[in-house]
């Protein structure tokens, strides 16, 4: 059964990176045809895409984070990452990984999620 | 790209059935058939209820069906019950390569 767990700092000055690894067990990260993907959601607030990343290493992002946002994978620990830079409490929020087939739109595993909170 | 519409809430009775609806441009909805539902619990992470439009994945119940016609696609709860009561958004493909979610929809069962 795949699963994903999300790590990194709860906590993040704002003007920092924000750096988050989503370690992937049960299948390996580099396995063709699979999307890796990174999705926040601020609290009580909706869902926001953030990007992702095939196996191949292609990436997409959302246009509004373009310009901060880098997505990564590391096939020798089975990880992908995300790194966020200059941070602002706007980007305080509930940080999630997927994994999307080719072909579909459906994100079928999660990672339980995990807080960043941005503040000094 | 703007998130798609979705109502910010839709209550029914037990045993009832409800829509929520999930609206977009011809960049996104219109043009692909790509677009999944997600239930998620306060708390908890987003679970995969439809996807491809009108797909279920195994494990979900046959009260929930999708569909989609023009810019507006579509989930619709059957036989509405007590633990349906979550908040859901929908996601599309866009032209741009890149995903767009919905606003979510706040499900109360009266």
């Known amino acids: 059964q795949l699963q994903l767990q999300e790590s990194g700092p709860g906590l993040v000055k704002p003007s920092e990176t924000l750096s988050l690894t989503c370690t992937v067990s049960g299948a390996s990260i580099s396995t063709s045809s699979y999307f890796w993907v990174w999705i926040r959601q601020p609290p009580g607030k909706g869902l926001e895409w953030i990007g992702n990343?095939?196996?191949?290493?292609?990436?997409y992002y959302n246009p509004s984070l373009k310009s901060r946002v880098t997505i990564s994978v590391d096939t020798s620990k089975n990880q992908f990452s995300l790194k966020l830079s200059s941070v602002t409490a706007a980007d305080t929020a509930v940080y999630y990984c997927?994994?999307?087939?080719?072909?579909?739109?459906?994100?079928?595993?999660w990672g339980q999620g995990t807080l960043v909170t941005v503040s000094s | 790209q703007s998130a798609l519409t979705q109502p910010a809430s839709v209550s029914g009775s037990p045993g009832q059935s409800i829509t929520i609806s999930c609206t977009g441009t011809s960049s996104d909805v219109g043009v692909y058939n790509y677009v999944s539902w997600y239930q998620q619990h306060p708390g908890k992470a987003p679970k995969l209820m439809i996807y491809d439009v009108s797909n279920r994945p195994s494990g979900v119940s046959n009260r929930f069906s999708g569909s989609k016609s023009g810019n507006t696609a579509s989930l619709t709860i059957s036989g509405l019950q007590a633990e349906d009561e979550a908040d859901y958004y929908c996601i599309s493909y866009t032209i741009s390569s890149t995903w767009v979610f919905g606003g979510g929809t706040k499900l109360t069962v009266l």
């Open positions: 997927a994994r999307r087939r080719e072909g579909s739109s459906g994100l079928e595993y």
């Open positions: 990343i095939y196996y191949s290493g292609s990436t």
